[in-house]
């Protein structure tokens, strides 16, 4: 009788024990080296609903949703510095450095100082950075990964910055922030590309032709179309900017592995502009490019894919018959969807991430060191009524366990 009530003594201590554990942070101090690239793919402005959008979209046009075959779901918050609603530069910020900053601020804390970033790091390693978006490439999102400026509007300064950094793979909208004007004295960053030896192309066929890093592809002056506008003959997909990106990528880094973002970059204006005709196929188009990275994952197994995105933009709600409703015109605090899969998914198997976590884990999953930020900032909260619902709508009932179609090369 003694030994049974000391044998259940000792069992309910290490239940204790083992639920204390998994209460501490899902990522360690060190470095583990878990994957040789990170490919992480970012739907500015996406929040839950948006999803929801991409999902009848994707289902309506008889296609699978790609972020549904991902093994590891989550959700994430999003608030800048001081607790406030985020911009898509705090943001970018926060994913790039693990540190939180500022609206408006790029790779710099509130006082003003450097944040090494993610894509450093993995330079520094010997590794190769992509960068791909169907916005400008000097706005925020992408900019965030590279440049430490006090300003986002300031885009030419961030387009030779880009260059600047020799960020190996440049593809996107944004090609008059390149080019040469009357009033400037700096010079432009295509010349300074042309000088750096990158190849530069503008058009879709160039692009296909295009065979060697580092490669600037600018397909628009400013953003590129909207999916629903997109001219396919004039400007590629997304999704074949991925896919080019990962053929050059792997090509060329090796061992040494590569950092890629990819940033389905106009669902934030959609959303801005209440545009429930075109924001479906902006969500559908970014998870197609989302298939073309899951693709190339499954066929290597040492990739690790990451899908989420800055903030929430324009409070949509998805009524039951469809209607897309907007509550706002701007972004809102509404924590935003995570996906995760391949080597170190499982760090990512936590009710709540922020996303100062994601430069963490990213930089673990790789083996590279991101120094940390001398500011100390609470992690936000949103109550426990708000994570159930959030929940309910990631992980929707009618989606079958993700994991029984989806075989994960583990290692
Ligand atoms: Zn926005």
């Known amino acids: 009788m003694q030994t049974r009530l000391w044998a259940v003594l000792v069992l309910s201590l290490a239940v204790a024990l083992i639920a204390l554990a998994s209460l501490a942070p899902a990522y360690a101090e060190q470095p583990v080296a878990a994957a040789r690239n990170v490919i992480l793919l970012i ?30 779901r989550s959700a994430m918050t999003t608030l800048s510095y001081g607790g406030n609603i985020t911009d898509s530069a705090a ?11 500022v609206n408006r601020a790029l790779g710099i804390d509130p006082h003003g100082a450097h944040l090494p970033n993610i894509a450093e790091a993995v330079k520094a390693a010997g590794g190769m950075v992509g960068l791909v978006s169907t916005c400008s490439i000097t706005s925020a999102t992408p900019a965030g990964f590279v440049v430490h400026i006090d300003d986002r509007g300031s885009g030419r300064d961030i387009a030779r910055a880009l260059i600047e950094a020799r960020t190996d793979l440049v593809l996107g909208g944004g090609a008059a922030l390149f080019m040469p004007t009357l009033f400037e004295r700096a010079r432009p960053a295509l010349e300074m590309a042309k000088e750096a030896g990158y190849t530069v ?24 179309a909207y999916e629903v506008d997109r001219d396919p003959a004039e400007e590629p997909s997304l999704r074949r900017m991925a896919q080019k990106a990962l053929d050059l990528l792997a090509a060329s880094s090796g061992e040494a592995g590569f950092f890629l973002m990819v940033e389905g970059g106009r669902i934030d204006h959609a959303c801005h502009a209440n545009d429930a005709a075109r924001l479906p196929a902006e969500v559908a188009a970014f998870d197609d490019a989302i298939w073309a990275v899951l693709d190339f994952a499954r066929r290597r197994g040492d990739t690790l894919v990451i899908v989420t995105a800055d903030h929430e933009t324009g409070q949509l709600e998805v009524r039951r018959d469809g209607q897309l409703v907007f509550g706002s015109d701007d972004h809102t605090d509404t924590p935003v969807p995570v996906f995760a899969e391949g080597p170190g998914q499982e760090w990512f198997d936590v009710d709540m991430l922020d996303n100062t976590d994601i430069a ?44 029984s179609y989806v075989g994960i090369a583990s290692r």
């Open 91 to 101: 943001s970018a910020t926060a994913l790039a450095t693990g540190c939180k900053t």
């Open 360 to 403: 963490k884990l990213m930089a673990r999953a790789l083996g590279v060191l991101l120094e940390r930020s001398a500011v100390e900032v609470r992690r936000p909260e949103i109550g426990w009524a708000s994570a159930q619902r959030l929940q309910q709508i990631i992980r929707p009932a009618h989606i079958a366990d993700p994991a």
């Open 43 to 72: 739907g500015d402005g996406m929040g839950p609903a948006q999803l929801e959008a991409g999902r009848r979209e994707a289902a309506a046009t008889g296609r699978q949703f790609a972020m549904d075959s991902m093994p590891v």
């Open 201 to 224: 192309v503008m058009e879709k066929d160039e692009l296909e032709a295009a065979s060697g890093l580092p490669l600037l592809g600018l397909f628009a002056p400013t953003d590129m």
